[in-house]
């Protein structure tokens, strides 16, 4: 079944405690993007890859790092997490200007 | 960067009626998509059209693009309550894919 895995899908943890949220396509894609979903301000994006090696900032990449070592996955890094970085976390990828395929979501709580 | 933005914000019909959702955005574009939510869960794709496309048909689904006013539509005919969701317009142009804000569409039964 072609999917978007992403973990956790839940979690809580405090300020400053390293954490790595995972995502896994397995539909050979070359965009993945990571979004993150605040009420009232929709989806924004945090940083996308169009292919292996090759990351971009989106709009709000503060506080956060990806790394894109193989095509299938594509984690997202928070080295110092904030509090301001609870959120709610999608990833998503397709072909190049093809329509996305999105992760079920990991709900982040910051302490 | 270009973003689509969805009017309303919110919509509430019943059950049977028809619902519309628009979208505006302000720069050149390749295509134009739209997404669902529904609560707290992952975005699914509905319809994509293209900058040379005028309307789109999918089921119950029918999108019209407007690129000299630089807006769209998703009209949902006879909304049923399981289409109660989020609906997102997304625009794609030399950037990556870039979201709205959303309209939130209540059905009720």
């Known amino acids: 079944e072609a999917q978007v895995t992403q973990n956790p899908r839940y979690l809580i943890t405090v300020t400053g405690k390293k954490l790595t949220v995972t995502c896994s396509q397995n539909m050979n894609h070359e965009y993945m993007s990571w979004y993150r979903q605040d009420p009232g301000l929709g989806l924004r994006q945090i940083y996308y890859s169009m292919n292996v090696e090759v990351t971009d900032k989106g709009d709000v990449p503060e506080g956060y790092k990806v790394s894109r070592k193989e095509k299938r996955n594509f984690p997202l890094i928070l080295e110092s997490p904030s509090p301001n970085q609870t959120s709610l976390y999608f990833c998503?990828?397709?072909?190049?200007?093809?329509?996305?395929?999105f992760g079920e979501g990991s709900r982040l709580t910051v302490l | 960067s270009q973003q689509g933005e969805e009017d309303p914000q919110a919509l509430s019909i019943q059950e049977g009626e028809n619902a519309t959702m628009n979208c505006s955005y302000k720069?050149?574009?390749?295509?134009l998509q739209w997404y669902r939510q529904n609560s707290g869960r992952g975005l699914v794709h509905l319809i994509l059209?293209?900058?040379?496309?005028r309307e789109k048909h999918s089921g119950r689904l029918r999108v019209t693009l407007d690129t000299s006013k630089k807006s769209s539509s998703l009209l949902i005919t006879a909304s049923r309550a399981a289409d109660t969701a989020s609906y997102f317009c997304?625009?794609?142009?030399?950037?990556?894919?870039?979201f709205g804000k959303g309209t939130r569409l209540s059905v009720i039964a």
């Open positions: 997304a625009t794609r142009g030399n950037t990556p894919l870039v």
């Open positions: 998503a990828s397709s072909l190049i200007a093809g329509e996305l395929f």
């Open positions: 720069t050149s574009i390749n295509n």
């Open positions: 059209i293209r900058s040379n496309e």
